[in-house]
């Protein structure tokens, strides 16, 4: 059943994701409306990890707020930061082990809905969170593999209004891919 406030969780979201791929710093406070909205809407559904990213995001939208806010541009647009392959393959196993510890988690100690799927998905937002907040195009391509899959997850939950959100999140998330891609070089040029 689509209710109001998944309707306006996704509008609010839509427009984070869509302030992000234009570098823009106003992607926070509109991505911290959103996450306050979807705590309930996931509560509901019973998708605990999900309730817990949502808090967590709380502390990484004012974390990566304040850290875009000192690396801006002259044009108000954040500039890219590189991303050591080590860092990501480390930041990627952390993912991996804390989705497996939190799958197990929900599994044992809860009536969650899909708690391994749920777990590893959480947790691989929050590399991907941790990526964008520190601007490295990688957190694009993390954004384009975990949205894939909770289109599927959020189908399953009847939650169609999220999934359609989060079909508009992988279009964006090329987008973004392509648009940081090309900052990136151009910040390459002129150094």
Known sequence: ??????????ILSASAVWLTTRR??????VGLLSVSVYIWV?????????????CLWVAMLLAGWWRWLRHLDGTGHVRIAPL?????????????????ALGFVMHAYTDAALPWLDAMLTALSLVGQFWQNRRHVAAWWMWIAVDVVYIGMFVNKHLFVTALLYAGFVALAAKGLRDWQQAARREAASA
């Open 1 to 10: 059943m689509i209710t109001f406030h998944e309707t306006a969780a996704a």
């Open 24 to 29: 823009s710093p106003w992607c926070f406070p």
């Open 42 to 54: 996931y509560f509901g559904a019973r998708l605990y990890s999900e309730v817990l990213l949502q």
């Open 84 to 100: 050591a392959r080590r860092a990501a393959g480390l930041h990627l196993l952390a993912g991996v082990a804390g989705g497996l």
